[in-house]
């Protein structure tokens, strides 16, 4: 944000990674970890050579499918954009721009895909600290780009070729997330090799799961689209301000939201296929407990602090306090949803586990629908805070519809022992909160400061917050985390 600043340059990459982005979130980080988990799960089960068998399938598969792909969107990049970014089309020049950016991301669909199935073989063998540190790989080829930028190391001197080098380095990103997923498959037994793709009848099943799970997953990632089309008929910099609104709220909903669902899903599919209905309803429970009790202070924490971590992220250069307001407006209505976002992952992944993946299809393609008619209304109203709006509600409701049809696969009612918890996790967030605001009185708009002092002082506030209301997940989220752990 420092060289590019918050209009509409910045604008163009962002449409352009989200318009690459689409295909390697709803194929390789979404549909197929929640498809081939279950089965492969099962495979094992019976017996380690049978589920060597289906991983080497699936592994050469996945590679001609991503590249067939990868080479349909770097052809057909231009009208990929028209169709995401419509009103770029006013101005000729950021058009070609965002074309040009978007065939450059495209090829990182072959190594996320082969990452996300490299992620499963490691999820199934009870692996999942390196799959949940991978993607820092991707963060750190961009800061090394960024590093070499500054140096005058890269022989880039306009934006234009400084933003297609940008976009190379996050390509590269990709792939070395990949390789160190690879690399760790071979301290496993499953190892990562090639064989015919269809050599194995589970692959089948991988398929049948993976229909309606990659509807879901683009369901997901066409609500993001849908907030994107619409910004971009706001003023310059809208789309970038949803963007950093979304990246700040995604730390806390890859380290807890996700990666809750991602270490539930292989014990809810061993649960399912035993047909041990009261040890899922345990299970979800737990994760139920844990997001709330990872969450919620996040939560209360990016609305209190949410504008002074967005200036101390972003805001120097060219990247402005006008664009940092814009972006904090997002994030409150954003942070909204953080809550309900993981808890629809959560639940998709019981969905999964049950081999039900019409259902949650049905559901998310529904809050599509919502989301696009309540951005064409608070749009017109809020701007880009409104946008955000609409995506936090329809994801709400996404929740309660996905929480009441799961109610009917479990034993007891799933709020049964869990509701206590989750309100005094609640109650400490909200104590949490208020010590946050003290410190913000006290510091005023000194961003740096307020923004370190609440970092040290809130965690440990929390937590023996946590203490005095006996809240027992404090004891069992490490556990959860660790590379061999199981939610227990």
Not at 349 to 355: G, L, N, P, Q, R
Not at 356 to 373: E, H, M, Q, R, Y
Not at 388 to 393: G, V
């Amino acid at each position: 944000m420092y060289t590019f600043g918050g209009g509409a340059m910045t604008d163009a990459y962002v449409a352009a990674f989200r318009t690459a982005n689409f295909f390697r979130r709803s194929l390789g980080e979404g549909a197929l970890n929640s498809s081939v988990v279950p089965v492969l799960e099962r495979e094992k089960n019976i017996s380690l050579d049978q589920a060597r068998s289906l991983f080497y399938s699936l592994c050469a598969g996945v590679l001609i499918v991503s590249s067939v792909l990868t080479a349909a969107g770097i052809l057909g990049a231009r009208p990929l954009v028209l169709l995401t970014a419509y009103g770029f089309s006013f101005d000729p020049g950021l058009f070609d721009l965002t074309v040009v950016l978007t065939q450059i991301l495209f090829p990182s669909l072959i190594f996320v895909t082969l990452a996300a199935v490299c992620q499963s073989g490691l999820n199934v063998m009870r692996s999942f600290f390196l799959p949940a540190l991978a993607p820092v790989c991707f963060s750190i080829s961009i800061i090394l780009y960024f590093i070499l930028l500054h140096w005058g190391l890269l022989p880039l001197h306009d934006v234009r070729s400084q933003l297609m080098g940008l976009a190379l380095f996050a390509t590269l990103g990709s792939l070395v997330q990949f390789l160190v997923q690879f690399l760790a498959l071979f301290r496993t037994q499953l190892r990562c090799r090639l064989r015919s793709p269809l050599s194995h009848p589970g692959i089948y099943q991988v398929l049948s799961l993976m229909g309606p799970s990659l509807v879901a997953s683009a369901a997901d990632q066409v609500d993001t689209y849908v907030s994107m089309a619409f910004a971009t008929f706001l003023a310059a910099g809208s789309v970038t301000a949803l963007y950093n609104a979304q990246r700040v709220m995604q730390l806390p909903l890859a380290l807890f939201g996700v990666a809750t669902a991602v270490v539930a899903l292989p014990q809810l599919s061993s649960l399912a296929s035993r047909r041990d209905e009261k040890g899922m309803a345990e299970t979800l429970g737990l994760s139920l407990r844990m997001l709330g009790f990872l969450l919620f202070p996040a939560m209360a924490g990016l609305w209190v602090i949410g504008l002074p971590i967005i200036q101390v992220l972003f805001e120097r250069g060219r990247f402005t306090g006008t664009h940092s307001l814009m972006a904090y407006q997002a994030l409150l209505c954003y942070a909204f949803s953080i809550i309900s976002y993981s808890v629809n992952k959560l639940c998709v992944s019981a969905f999964y586990a049950h081999k039900d993946a019409k259902t949650p299809v049905k559901i998310s393609v529904a809050a599509v629908g919502v989301n696009a008619l309540l951005s064409f209304f608070l749009m017109r109203r809020m701007g880009v805070a409104g946008l955000a709006l609409a995506a936090s509600l329809s994801s709400w409701l996404a929740m309660g519809c996905m929480l009441r049809q799961l109610q009917k696969k479990l034993p007891r009612p799933l709020w049964r022992g869990n509701a206590r918890s989750l309100l005094k996790s609640l109650a400490a967030s909200a104590l949490m909160a208020l010590a946050c605001l003290g410190l913000k009185a006290y510091f005023g708009a000194a961003s740096g400061r307020l923004v370190a002092a609440c970092m040290l002082a809130a965690p440990p506030l929390y937590y023996l917050l946590s203490v005095l209301f006996n809240i027992e997940e404090r004891n069992c989220v490490g556990a959860a985390f660790r590379g061999q752990g199981e939610m227990q």
